[in-house]
């Protein structure tokens, strides 16, 4: 079964060359165009896609807060959303994930790249630049101190479930951890829908923030 990919970017001509590039792929398709993020919103609710690459700069309605909608939307839940965008600034990294993004991507990747990010979303992998991911902890790093409240926030969770979401927010994979633990990916996946479960995350991005704002992850 293919997984279905809603395009949501106001330039025309940009999803004109992703909707080729997904179409090609035997296990991807594209089943609709956005030009701002209402107009997302609104197609969502007719397509069901699994995947909204969403730009952040739009009309109407941008993508951050079209982002929020969705998450917040119980109609809408399981869709993930992949910010793919030409502005890789830390603002737009910190805001994008709380706003519930499963991954952030720099429009400049490989046409491979994209493809792949796309199927480990829907995975449940967090897709994450390395100019992303710096970002996110740079600004993460200047936070406020770890407060009580953060360190009793992490008491809910099991010694294994505190290292997997540790490796998480090191960037491994279900299958790197599994690979590391020399355990199954299904294993690995348990313990992370578990921790996210506990510490009421929308997905492994959110995760990751979790990690490093709680003081699990130091930097």
């Known amino acids: 079964m293919s997984i279905r990919v ?32 209402r107009e997302a919103l609104s197609l969502l609710r007719s397509t069901r896609a699994d995947v909204v690459l969403m730009d952040i700069r739009m009309p109407e309605m ?16 399981g869709v993930k959303v992949l910010i793919l965008t030409t502005f890789e600034v830390d603002d737009h990294v910190v805001r994008a994930i709380r706003a519930g993004a499963s ?73 790197a951890i599994a690979t590391r633990w020399f355990v199954s990916p299904l294993t690995v996946k348990t313990h992370v829908n578990r921790a996210m479960m506990k510490l009421h995350a929308h997905d492994r991005a959110q995760l990751v923030v979790i990690a490093y704002q709680t003081g699990l992850v130091q930097v």
């Open 103 to 175: 991954g952030f991507l720099g429009k400049g990747l490989e046409p491979d790249e994209l493809l792949t990010a796309i199927r480990a979303v829907v995975a449940g992998d967090a897709p994450l630049t390395q100019t992303a991911t710096r970002l996110l902890i740079g600004k993460l790093r200047s936070g406020a101190p770890v407060s009580e409240a953060d360190v009793e926030r992490l008491s809910v969770l099991t010694q294994r479930e505190r290292e997997v979401v540790v490796l998480v927010a090191q960037g491994l994979t279900n299958d």
């Open 62 to 77: 941008d993508g951050l807060e079209a982002t929020r909608q969705i998450v917040a939307d119980e109609d809408l839940a």
């Open 6 to 37: 809603l395009l949501a970017d106001d330039q025309a001509l940009i999803r004109a060359g992703f909707r080729v590039l997904i179409d090609a792929a035997p296990d991807l398709e594209v089943v609709g165009e956005a030009g701002d993020g």
